[in-house]
């Protein structure tokens, strides 16, 4: 049958759509007849102009050429835009007493030494006040997980990453911890700061733009996982914060926010551990739920999206 030649736009999204229509994949198919629809009634529904679609072109090449090993400006973007938190939703739904989970955002780096309980990630960070973040790791009954691996992150006292500070040379603030057989584990850090998200790309942009504000309230990244749970990634955060309720990327969830609590005398933790006061103790348990079937963690993407960026 011959294509008509005076097309409307309703007759080439059709088209389009008839064109996937057939894709094998039924999982694809779906996926690619939702993106061909929605994304045709955005366009039509904005009435994008010529000189906005090549706009559009060259955010998404400029922050394509910004990616790297150290840098994810497409996870920016996903936080920013709250799809992350959507996807998040999503995929964790946990009404079973397991921790929430949280943006997994763009700051994870491979390779994170694993350290003695009481490590410290922080021992760099002159100026911040000395934290440790202690709690147990347990099952849905509160039984304690041994063994189980916590991999954590968290931006330095003056709001940057390791990655950002171009006075660094190495990993900085990062670290994996075991939990004992009681299901315990004891993390030695600073004080989390709340810090501006990266505004040097389109993202950044965007966001003054459209009058928002980059701030993230003070928080500390985690993956947990043990053999037979299903791994959480998430963070913890601190409740006096000021970004609590208008976090840039919309990762704040009740469950994860808890206190962080000022020493002005020592106890026999800190004392064993060399710190002297003023120090903070917060304490969390993270509760996992058993794993249901083989699936890909984040830490295996975060794999393939670092070999990506290195190769670039
Ligand atoms: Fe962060």
């Given at each position: 049958m011959p294509v008509p030649r005076n097309k409307t736009e309703d007759d080439i999204t059709a088209e389009v759509l008839q064109r996937f229509a057939e894709t094998p994949?039924?999982?694809?198919?779906?996926?690619?007849?939702?993106?061909?629809?929605?994304?045709?009634?955005?366009?039509?529904?904005?009435?994008?102009?010529?000189?906005?679609?090549?706009?559009?072109?060259?955010?998404?090449?400029?922050?394509?050429?910004?990616?790297?090993?150290?840098r994810q400006e497409f996870i920016l973007f996903s936080d920013t835009l709250g799809v992350s938190m959507v996807v998040d939703l999503l995929s964790h739904r946990k009404p079973d007493g397991a921790t929430e989970s949280t943006v997994f955002g763009p700051f994870h780096r491979l390779g994170a030494p694993e350290?003695?309980?009481?490590?410290?990630?922080?021992?760099?960070?002159?100026?911040?006040?000395?934290?440790?973040v202690g709690g147990r790791v347990l099952d849905l009954d509160g039984k304690p997980i041994a063994g189980a691996l916590l991999d954590v992150w968290q931006a330095q006292?003056?709001?940057?990453?390791?990655?950002?500070?171009?006075?660094?040379?190495?990993?900085?603030m990062r670290g994996k911890f075991r939990t004992d057989a009681e299901g315990r584990f004891l993390v030695r850090t600073v004080r989390p700061v709340n810090y501006p998200i990266p505004s040097d790309g389109p993202v950044g942009r965007m966001l003054r733009a459209t009058g928002r504000h980059p701030w993230r309230p003070a928080h500390i990244h985690f993956v947990v996982s043990a053999d037979g749970y299903e791994p959480v990634t998430t963070h913890i955060f601190d409740r006096t914060d000021e970004y609590l309720g208008s976090d840039a990327v919309f990762a704040v969830k009740d469950s994860l926010v808890c206190d962080f609590v000022r020493h002005d005398g020592t106890t026999s933790e800190a004392a064993r551990l060399d710190i002297a006061p003023p120090f903070l103790t917060a304490d969390f348990d993270f509760h996992l739920k058993p794993a249901t079937g083989q699936r890909a963690t984040v830490l295996d993407a975060q794999q393939r999206l670092a070999a990506l960026g290195a190769a670039g």
């Open positions: 994949d039924p999982r694809l198919r779906q996926i690619m007849l939702g993106l061909v629809k929605h994304l045709h009634a955005f366009v039509k529904e904005v009435e994008l102009t010529e000189p906005e679609w090549f706009q559009a072109i060259e955010i998404l090449t400029e922050a394509g050429r910004m990616c790297s090993d150290k350290l003695p309980a009481g490590g410290n990630i922080a021992h760099l960070d002159k100026t911040g006040t000395p934290t440790l006292s003056s709001g940057l990453y390791d990655s950002q500070d171009a006075g660094l040379d190495g990993l900085h």
